[in-house]
Structures are given as structure tokens and as C-alpha cells.
């Protein structure tokens, strides 16, 4: 079919047409309303949590029977790149990091089937939990059920069997996380000294109680019409009868339980506690939400339920509050950015108003717009992306495309128009002339982003999701601009053009006068160009660098850590002071604690804990003012805090699935543990008095003291004690066995031996231990060495070796500055030689990063040079937009140096949109002086022509795009923070692109044309 009965066809079929797309925006909008939202995109990341418990075993016995076992399994798992692990009193905590090509659900069945393999050789009492580092590890939302009269462990009782079930029957509950439980308990007693006087061995005591708390099969019986089940059952449902059951003692006599013991109700002993602000006693918990659920829907469901438990919970002294939602900022970043591009389309169409008065054609652009995004969103849909801020950030980049073929299409129409031709024949000539080479300028401006597939790791998972929905909003827009472009303005467009000399038109003569002079002198083109290429180089050496822009997520939390081996009391005591003073901060709406645990960690020390800090929406503050007054206020109260970070929800989630713990980190790596800790402290104090610096903590540090017992080598031969009646006895006063439990429903209660001495080892001369061969009580000096050890070190391994990890922020947003000043610290420091300090955390993915990305940018021109010369044959040709695209990057970088902004990885994505959408007017001007190339006599006049004829379309798609990202970079709600960079770069670059296609370029071509003559 020829271009012009295609045209036609298309034209005579207008409302079939319109209906088609119509009905594909209507079915957009609906599907859309099914799309997952989220802050960042909903993908699995490649890391595997491996979290091992056992209790408050000791780090060296956590390290030789726990850590080093699981680290030497886990590290030959296929495609694991990292693995890190941190040992400390009864938990070890290990991260394996795999190739991100890797699927990710085979990454975890690797791990689980290494898991299996590994419980073998773990100890018994070891609990091991396994965690895929998908969307549903973090919380969409935090809440506490909460009392000021019923204790904790009631309120867990409740969360988990009355609440937890009622929440987990709502579409998209992953699964209810309980942070801090404390467990109904009942405890057993014993005297010791009436065990010693009825001479009744404490093991054989465990062993007759734990008979009393078991079922067992027997077998079954059948009977003509029925089968019964025979079972041993000792389990009792009244714990108090077990003070009835008979002891034998010597001569064949018994006692009962009762002449020994007693049994109290208590809890399970706690290794963590959480809090909520305004309230005595609070389990937090958090929702987790099924990978691919609505997270905003799932909290409303869950929101609905509550509100109906809380009336019926009210009775009992009991509500359950809402703290962090993070739908509220899912809800508020996507109607931000939502917001922007509609502004952004208004004023890209009173732009294009501007430059062809034409009402209802600049109409028809802004309603076209919506079209090409709601078709859009059914290709999100079908590609199951959700909705995010890149995803929508990918639709707000993609604006200054799609206008740019509606402008293009409709202005070339327009210039048929103007030449006399009927509406009829200005529609298909105008748009048979225009539509091949820009559907070919279109396909280059597509493989700009093809490099993009080089970049790895999370930003590059990120960004290839903005790449994506810009590509598919490009091809949705081109077809449309073949399809329904030419109908509207067929539609809109008068019958014929008044002859009428507009101030566009005036300032185009002007402009074709100003370069026909300006040609004369085109060799100054070479120095300009020269001269910009070494400004460009020089300007991105001298920007300032980082990785990801700040942003007020709207939400804080507070790290902190006391002086080792502060017990879990004294430390939640504190805590509870420091929530004293973010509570007096006006902006503050709420606060949730943990301590022994949290949010991204399922255990940490009893020193250690978190608060997240809700703030209210209508404050006038933003969330690093308020960072500031906290952190003075904390530290001018607590001066000696062992660590005190301040970092905001999300970028503490984007570490955690880096594995980057800050900004910048210091590992420090070595052999010995403690000398690592010690250098660690030295080096962190110095970092520490470095105004640019802030919040510098040494992540690795010492945990809890020990006491370490030594059973003395003549203990069994003069007293008959052995190695293990001395770990009964003391395990059964300073823990407890368990030696059961019983149901009350389908609550399970477990029963803890315990033993009424519990003197300080710091007087142990009065502890006593029962000596089975004297019969009696003697003091545990007889039988035991006692020594005490202050500094017990923390085990981090970096891939198997020993590391210290000091971490930090810095003011401003100059990371390049602070690493500069790190480096000259650690060089004053005199770090041992057999330490290795290595700078990583985000800075380590920056440079990796920016490294990549310069290689796309670099690469992408190639791509586009080598399309050139395909497209026109002409190496001038395709030299010389070469070089236009090289010289909008001064653009860029003059942009983010005005507006003070550093060069990140948004800004990059920014360089890259630009060279898309300028590649367009490249093609285009190049595309007319081909087509006109025998209709002149001489080489000035087909460049001015070709430049000329396109000087009203580049500036209404230079002017139209660079301002649709206007409400973008001047952040218009919260959501368009991570995104203004990337807005600065596209306004900076097509705004100079401008001043190069209309005025440096065509000097240049028309300079190696005249000397190739």
C-alpha cells in the first residue's frame, strides 16, 4: 500500500479507530486500579537470610559449633558471589549474595537444600530460620496491641491466638511478624538444699517430671462398629497436680514434688522487648504482605478488621494502633509524580499553544497524552510490573517523547497547510513526508536504551524498569502518531491556512538570517566544539558525586546502641528516655521500639535497638531539620552511645538489600577479632572529629562479658562430681530446663525447671553445688575454677574472613568530599600493616556504577553513530550529530551545577533520556537537507533551509519537553524527590540542545562541507 493510500485508509476509518483507542483506554483504567504499588519495584532481590538462635550461648561456642559449620556449607552454594556473617551471644546471622542472573527461587532452594544438610551438625537446641529477600520480608505496615494495665506476655497471648489468625484470612497476608514476644510460662522451683538433704540427683528429677508431661501412641482397638485409639497420657491440663507426683528417695521411700518445689507462673526468659509510644506494655508486630499483593489494599483490609477488633478489645484495657504505614508514602509518592506529569502535560501544551494558536489542536495534544499512558499501563499490566517511582517515573521521562511525535507529525501537517494545500492533502502528504524517517528516529531513540542491560545490581534492576515503561511509551506514542495523529488533526484543522506571518514565523526569518551570517564564519564551530567537549570533561570531574539523591520519606529511624553488656532492663529503661525526647518533637506523631531485635535483623544484642519514628504530614520542618534537632538532643542526654545512626526507612531498606550498612563503610579486615575492634575504635574516633562527618559508629563491637567455669581436674575424685553434673546443676539455676509443657485449648504452656540459688558469681563462695559422693551441699570453689572476661569480641566475616565494619554519613550530598577526607584520615591513622582498610557501602555501588553508566552513555552514542551511518550513508552526517549529542551534556552538567544538585545515578538516567529525545531533531534536520538537496544552488542555502524548516518544531519539543519536567524538578510533593535530578539533567540538556542544533551544529557541517569541496 502506497503512503498516500494509507494514509487515506486511515483517515476513512477515523472512528473506528478513535473507538479502539477509546476502549484500550478505558480497559487501561481499569487494570490499573489492579496494579501493585509499591515505593520501589516489586522484584526478589539475589540474598538469603540465614538467621541461626541458640539462646545466650557464648560467641566462641556460637562460632565454633554454629558459624564456622554453616559458613564453610553456605559458601560453595552455586552462584554465591558474598556471604557475610556476624556472630554474637546465641545468634549468628548470615547473608549470601548471588549473581543477580541467578533466578532467585533457585537461589533459595539451593540454600534450603544446604540448610537441610546443615542441621545435622548444628546442635539441638539450635533454631534456624531462612528468609528470601522478596517484598514480603519488609512490613507494609507496623502496628502494637497495646494495654496499660495487662502484661506483656497476655498481649502476645492474645496477638498470636485470638488476632494473628483473623489477620492471616485476609487476601495478601503473607504472614503476621511478631517482634519481642514474651511467652506465659510456668516455672518449677526446686530447693536445692532439701534436693541435697533428700539426696535426689536434679537429672533424675528432669527425667521423672518430663515422664509426666508426654503422650505416646500405644496402639489401636478395634471393635465391631468402632476403632479406638490407645494412648499413654500424662500430659495433665492442671499444671498443680504435677506437685502430687511421688520422688524416690533412699530406703525406698517417696516424696512428693510438693516437699521440694513450688510452681509459680512467670514467662519465657526474653532476649528482646518492644515498645509504642504513649503506652506501659506493647507487642509490635508487623504486617508482611504476599509478593505480588496490593499493598495498599491489604492495609486497608486490615485497617477494616481492625477497626471492628478494636471495639470488642477496648473492654479488656486493650487497643491495637497503627504506627508506620507505608502505603501512606506509596499513596503520596505515586500522586505526586502523578501529579507532576499532568502539569507537567499542561504546560507542555500551552507551549505548543504558544507556538501554533491553534485552541483545539492543543486540546486534542493534552487529551492524546492520557491515551498513550492508560495504553501503557495495560503493557505494565501484561508485563506484570507495578506501580512505582521509576515504573512512573518512566511514564513522566517518556512525556517529552510523546509530545515530541505529536509536535512533529502535527506541525509538519501544519507547514503543508500553511503552503496552500487542502486540509485533505496536507494531512496524508505531511504526514507521508515526516512519518517514515521519524518512525526511524523513534527506533534509534529505542536503542539508546539498549546498554542499559549492561548495568547491574539493584539500581540497574531499578532503572531498567523506568526503561522499559519510557521504550513502551515511545513505541505506544509513535504508533499512535502514525494511526490517530493524522485523524485529529484532520479533524481539528481549518480547511485551508490564512497566509498569516506569525511572531513564530517572524522569529524563524530572524533566525535564518542570523545563520546565513553566522556561516561565514563556521570554522569558529571547531574551537566552540573543542572547547565544549573539554568542558564537559571538566565539569563532570568537578561536580560533586553521589548515589542516590536524598529524599523526605516522612518516616526515621533511630539506631542505638549502649555500652556492651548492658542488660535488656537497663537498656529498655534508657530507651525509654530517649523516646521521652523524640516525643517532645512537635513534628512527631508516633514511635515504635525494639531492643534484642529489629527491623531488619530478627535478633541483635540486648544493648541494640531501633525506633521508627512516624512524623505528621502537615509539618512545615522537613525530616533533616528534624534529624538535627534529635541528634543534638540524644547526644547532649546520652554522650556515650556506642552507635547512633539516623537513617530514614526506605534507604535503610535499599542498604539492607545491597548489603551496604551506610553510605560509606570502612571494613577493616585482619585476623584478629579483637585488634580489630581496637583499631576500629581508634579509627572511629578520628573520623569522628571531622565536621563534613556524621554518625559514625563501629558496627562491630563487643558484646556481653562471660564468666567461664572450669571443672577442676580432682572434682570427680574427691567430691563425685562430674563435667556434667556441674552444667545440670548450674544450668538449672541461672536457665531453667525445660521438661515440658501443657495445653490449655490449643495454647501450649511450656514448664521450666528451676532452682531456687541464684547467687552472683561475683560472691561465689557462697554459691553451693550438691556433691553426689559427700551427700551434701559444698561450695562450687572446691570444684571449679572462676575467671571473668570483660571484652568478649563480635565475629563479622567478610566472605570467611574476620572484618570490623565502621559505617558513616556525611552532610551536603558531596560523597566524592567525604571519601577524600576518609582516605587522608585512614592514611594519618597508621593502621597496622596487617589490617587492610577497604572504603564500600553505597560508595562502593556508586563507583561500580558509575563506571557501568558511563560506559552506557559512551555506548549508546556508538550505537547511535553506527545507526547514523546506516540511516544516511555520510560519515558528515552522522559526525556531526555526534557531536550535537556531546554538547548537550554541557547542558546537564551546567543545570545540576546552578541548582547546586551532584551527579548521580538519576542524573545519569537523565543524560540518557536526553540523547533520546535530541537524536530526533538530529535525524530530522539531517532527513530535510537530504530530501532538499538538488532544490538549492548552494551549500549555505540547503542548511539554512533544512535548519529553518525545522526551527519552529525544535523549539516547541525542546521548550515543551524541558518544561514538562518542570513540576518534577521542583519537586511538587514528596514522590518527586529521588526523580528531580534526573529532571534537572533533561531540562539542562534540551535546553542547551537548542543553542547546539540551531547554531554550533550547522556551523560545523557546514565547515567540513565546504573543505571537503
Known amino acids: 500500500m502506497k503512503g498516500e493510500n494509507f494514509f487515506l485508509f486511515i483517515l476513512q476509518r477515523k472512528f473506528a479507530i478513535s473507538l479502539t483507542l477509546l476502549i484500550l483506554s478505558l480497559v487501561g483504567y481499569l487494570v490499573s486500579k489492579d496494579i501493585p504499588r509499591g515505593v520501589f519495584p516489586n522484584v526478589f532481590f539475589p540474598r538469603i537470610e540465614v538467621t541461626i538462635e541458640n539462646g545466650f550461648v557464648p560467641v566462641e561456642q556460637m562460632l565454633s559449633e554454629v558459624t564456622k559449620p554453616a559458613e564453610e556449607s553456605l559458601k560453595t552454594v552455586q552462584d554465591a558471589e558474598k556471604i557475610v556473617s556476624k556472630t554474637s551471644v546465641g545468634s549468628t546471622e548470615i547473608n549470601i549474595y548471588f549473581d543477580w542472573k541467578i533466578n532467585p527461587y533457585l537461589a533459595y532452594q539451593l540454600v534450603q537444600a544446604r540448610v537441610a544438610e546443615l542441621k545435622n551438625r548444628l546442635p539441638s537446641t539450635a533454631n534456624v530460620v531462612v528468609r528470601q529477600a522478596t517484598p514480603s520480608i519488609y512490613p507494609v505496615a507496623i502496628y502494637a496491641i497495646c494495654s496499660n494495665s495487662l502484661p506483656r506476655d497476655k498481649l502476645t497471648e492474645i496477638l498470636y491466638y485470638q488476632l494473628k489468625p483473623l489477620f492471616l484470612s485476609i487476601k495478601g497476608v503473607y504472614d503476621i511478624e511478631i517482634k519481642a514476644p514474651e511467652w506465659e510460662e510456668y516455672h518449677v522451683i526446686v530447693d536445692l538444699k532439701k534436693l541435697a538433704n533428700y539426696n535426689i540427683d536434679i537429672g533424675k528429677l528432669v527425667s521423672i517430671l518430663r515422664e509426666q508431661t508426654k503422650i505416646k501412641f500405644l496402639g489401636k482397638l478395634d471393635s465391631p462398629h468402632k476403632q479406638y485409639i490407645i494412648s499413654l497420657y500424662?500430659?495433665?491440663?492442671?499444671?498443680?497436680?504435677?506437685?502430687?507426683?511421688?520422688?524416690?528417695?533412699?530406703?525406698?521411700?517417696?516424696?512428693?514434688?510438693?516437699?521440694?518445689?513450688?510452681?509459680?507462673?512467670?514467662?519465657?526468659?526474653?532476649?528482646?522487648?518492644?515498645?509504642?509510644?504513649?503506652?506501659?506494655?506493647?507487642?509490635?508486630f508487623n504486617l508482611l504482605r504476599q509478593p505480588n499483593a496490593n499493598s495498599v489494599e491489604v492495609v486497608k483490609n486490615v485497617d477494616e478488621l481492625l477497626g471492628k477488633i478494636n471495639a470488642s478489645l477496648k473492654k479488656q484495657g486493650i487497643i491495637i494502633k497503627k504506627s508506620y504505614d507505608s502505603t501512606l508514602s506509596i499513596e503520596e509518592a505515586i500522586k505526586s509524580v502523578r501529579d507532576a506529569i499532568l502539569l507537567g502535560s499542561v504546560i507542555a501544551v500551552f507551549i505548543i499553544y504558544l507556538f501554533l494558536r491553534k485552541v483545539k489542536l492543543s486540546l486534542a495534544t493534552l487529551l492524546t497524552i492520557p491515551v498513550i499512558f492508560f495504553i501503557t499501563i495495560i503493557g505494565i499490566k501484561i508485563t506484570k510490573l507495578d506501580f512505582n517511582l521509576f515504573s512512573l517515573g518512566g511514564l513522566a521521562a517518556a512525556i517529552g517523547g510523546l509530545i515530541d511525535h505529536i509536535i512533529i507529525v502535527t506541525e509538519n501537517i501544519e507547514r503543508h497547510l500553511r503552503k496552500g494545500k487542502d486540509k485533505l492533502t496536507a494531512v496524508i502528504e505531511g504526514s507521508k513526508e515526516i512519518i517514515p524517517i521519524m518512525t526511524v528516529a523513534t527506533l534509534i531513540s529505542i536503542i539508546v536504551f539498549i546498554p542499559l542491560l549492561l548495568v547491574s545490581g539493584i539500581v540497574g534492576v531499578f532503572f531498567k524498569q523506568l526503561a522499559l515503561v519510557l521504550v513502551a511509551t515511545y513505541i505506544i506514542s509513535q504508533i499512535l502518531a502514525i494511526f490517530f495523529v493524522p485523524i485529529v488533526a484532520y479533524i481539528l484543522l481549518p480547511q485551508k491556512e490564512e497566509k498569516k506571518v506569525d511572531l513564530?514565523?517572524?522569529?524563524?526569518?530572524?533566525?535564518?538570517?542570523?545563520?546565513?551570517?553566522?556561516?561565514?564564519?563556521?570554522?569558529?564551530?571547531?574551537?566552540?566544539?573543542?572547547?565544549?567537549?573539554?568542558?564537559?570533561?571538566?565539569?563532570?570531574?568537578?561536580?560533586?558525586?553521589?548515589?542516590l539523591p536524598k529524599w523526605d520519606e516522612g518516616n526515621l529511624v533511630v539506631d542505638f546502641s549502649f555500652s556492651p553488656g548492658t542488660s535488656l532492663e537497663e537498656a529498655y529503661k534508657e530507651a525509654m528516655e530517649i523516646g521521652k525526647i523524640i516525643s517532645s518533637i512537635p513534628e512527631v506523631e508516633n514511635w515504635t521500639l525494639r531492643i534484642g531485635t529489629s527491623l531488619g535483623h530478627i535478633v541483635t544484642q540486648p544493648s541494640k535497638g531501633d525506633f521508627l519514628v512516624v512524623l505528621k504530614s502537615n509539618r512545615k520542618r522537613s525530616i533533616f531539620q528534624i534529624k538535627e534537632e534529635l541528634r543534638a538532643k540524644v547526644l547532649s542526654r546520652f554522650p556515650n552511645l556506642q552507635e547512633f545512626d539516623l537513617p530514614q526507612v526506605l534507604e535503610d531498606r535499599l542498604g539492607d538489600i545491597m548489603g551496604a550498612e551506610a553510605p560509606i563503610s570502612i571494613i577493616l579486615y585482619g585476623s584478629d577479632p579483637e585488634k580489630l575492634i581496637k583499631t576500629g575504635q581508634y579509627l572511629r574516633d578520628m573520623l569522628r572529629k571531622q565536621p563534613l562527618l556524621e554518625e559514625v559508629n563501629l558496627k562491630t563491637n563487643y558484646v556481653s562479658p562471660s564468666i567461664q567455669i572450669s571443672v577442676k581436674s580432682d572434682a570427680e575424685a574427691l567430691y563425685g562430681i562430674t563435667v556434667d553434673d556441674i552444667y545440670n546443676q548450674l544450668y538449672s539455676i541461672y536457665w531453667g530446663k525445660v521438661i515440658g509443657n501443657i495445653m490449655q485449648g490449643e495454647k501450649i504452656i511450656n514448664i521450666r525447671l528451676l532452682s531456687s540459688q541464684k547467687k552472683s558469681f561475683f560472691e561465689f563462695q557462697k554459691l553451693k553445688v550438691y556433691s553426689p559422693k559427700l551427700g551434701k551441699l559444698i561450695p562450687i570453689s572446691y570444684v571449679v575454677d572462676i575467671s571473668f572476661k570483660d571484652k568478649v569480641p563480635e565475629i563479622t566475616h567478610y566472605n570467611l574472613s574476620p572484618v570490623s565494619v565502621i559505617t558513616l554519613r556525611f552532610k551536603g550530598n558531596?560523597?566524592?568530599?567525604?571519601?577524600?577526607?576518609?582516605?587522608?584520615?585512614?592514611?594519618?591513622?597508621?593502621?597496622?600493616?596487617?589490617?587492610?582498610?577497604?572504603?564500600?557501602?553505597?560508595?562502593?555501588?556508586?563507583?561500580?556504577?558509575?563506571k557501568e553508566m558511563l560506559f552506557v552513555i559512551i555506548l549508546s552514542i556508538v550505537i547511535i553513530l553506527t545507526a547514523l551511518l546506516f540511516q544516511f550513508g555520510d560519515f558528515k552526517i552522522s559526525i556531526s550529530t555526534l557531536f550535537a549529542l556531546i554538547l548537550t551534556l554541557i547542558g546537564v552538567f551546567v543545570a545540576l551545577l546552578l541548582t547546586a544538585k551532584p551527579l548521580d545515578i538519576t542524573a545519569f538516567m537523565g543524560m540518557l533520556i536526553v540523547l533520546s529525545i535530541a537524536i530526533n531533531n538530529n535525524i530530522l534536520i539531517f532527513d530535510?537537507?537530504?530530501?532538499?538537496?538538488?532544490n538549492y544552488l548552494s551549500e549555505t542555502e540547503k542548511i539554512v533551509a533544512a535548519t529553518s524548516t525545522r526551527f519552529r518544531p525544535i523549539m516547541m519539543t525542546m521548550l515543551s519537553n524541558s518544561f514538562a519536567m518542570l513540576p518534577i524538578a521542583l519537586t511538587i510533593g514528596s514522590g518527586t524527590q529521588i526523580l528531580q535530578d534526573m529532571a534537572i539533567a533533561i531540562i539542562g540538556g534540551l535546553l542547551f540542545a537548542i543553542f547546539v542544533n540551531l547554531w554550533i551544529i550547522p556551523m560545523f557541517f557546514h565547515f567540513i562541507k565546504r573543505k571537503a569541496i
Open 504 to 547: 513564530i514565523e517572524r522569529l524563524k526569518e530572524k533566525y535564518a538570517n542570523f545563520l546565513k551570517r553566522a556561516l561565514k564564519y563556521d570554522y569558529l564551530s571547531v574551537p566552540l566544539i573543542i572547547i565544549g567537549i573539554l568542558t564537559t570533561f571538566v565539569l563532570y570531574k568537578a561536580l560533586p558525586s553521589t548515589f
Open 928 to 934: 530535510f537537507y537530504k530530501m532538499n538537496e538538488e
Open 234 to 284: 500424662q500430659k495433665s491440663k492442671d499444671i498443680y497436680k504435677l506437685l502430687k507426683v511421688k520422688i524416690p528417695v533412699s530406703n525406698g521411700k517417696f516424696i512428693s514434688l510438693s516437699d521440694i518445689a513450688i510452681i509459680v507462673k512467670s514467662h519465657t526468659p526474653v532476649k528482646s522487648i518492644s515498645a509504642f509510644s504513649g503506652y506501659k506494655n506493647a507487642v509490635v
Open 814 to 850: 558531596n560523597m566524592s568530599k567525604a571519601v577524600e577526607i576518609i582516605q587522608k584520615v585512614i592514611k594519618e591513622a597508621k593502621i597496622p600493616s596487617d589490617i587492610s582498610p577497604v572504603i564500600s557501602g553505597f560508595y562502593k555501588e556508586q563507583q561500580k556504577l558509575f
